[in-house]
C-alpha cells in the first residue's frame, strides 16, 4: 500500500476516470499477498486499485492465503472456463451412455435415494 500526500494509505493510485477501461489486456502478473487487516482498512481502495490496474491480491490471514481479489475479466473467464469444462464432462458422459458404457438412473429412483 501506498500513502497519499497526507499520509494516508491508500491501495494504489488513481487516475483518470474511466482510464481501467481503456487498458490493454495484460499476461500474467504475479499474485501479490496483502494482508486481511491492511484490506479490511482500505477495502474501497483496495477494490479501486484492482479495478484500475488489473492486478490480482492473494489475501493472507496469519500467514495463509484465505482469498483472492481479482478483476471482474479474471472471474468472469473463469466461469466461462468451468461452464465450458461442464459441457465437456456432460457430452463425454452421455456419449458413454449411448455407447452403453454408462447406465442410467430414473429420477424417481435417484430421490428415493436421496431421501427427497
Excluded: W
Excluded at 491501495?11 to 494482508?35: F, I, N, Q
Excluded at 484490506?39 to 496469519?62: C, P, Q, S, Y
Excluded at 458404457?101 to 431421501?115: F, N, S
Aim: proline fraction near 3%.
Amino acid at each position: 500500500m501506498r500513502k497519499n500526500a497526507r499520509g494516508k494509505r491508500t491501495a494504489g493510485t488513481r487516475s483518470r476516470k474511466g482510464a481501467a477501461d481503456a487498458v490493454a489486456p495484460r499476461t500474467a502478473l504475479p499474485l501479490r499477498r496483502v494482508s486481511a487487516a491492511l484490506v479490511r482498512k482500505n477495502f474501497a481502495g483496495t477494490i479501486d486499485a484492482v479495478r484500475m490496474t488489473r492486478e490480482r491480491l492473494l489475501i493472507d490471514r496469519h500467514g495463509t492465503c484465505v482469498a483472492a481479489i481479482v478483476p471482474i475479466e479474471d472471474a468472469e473467464l473463469l466461469e466461462a472456463i468451468e461452464s465450458a469444462d461442464d459441457v465437456r464432462v456432460a457430452q463425454k458422459r452421455l456419449r458413454a451412455i449411448r455407447e452403453g458404457r454408462a447406465a442410467t438412473v430414473a429420477a424417481a429412483d435417484l430421490y428415493k435415494k436421496l431421501g427427497l
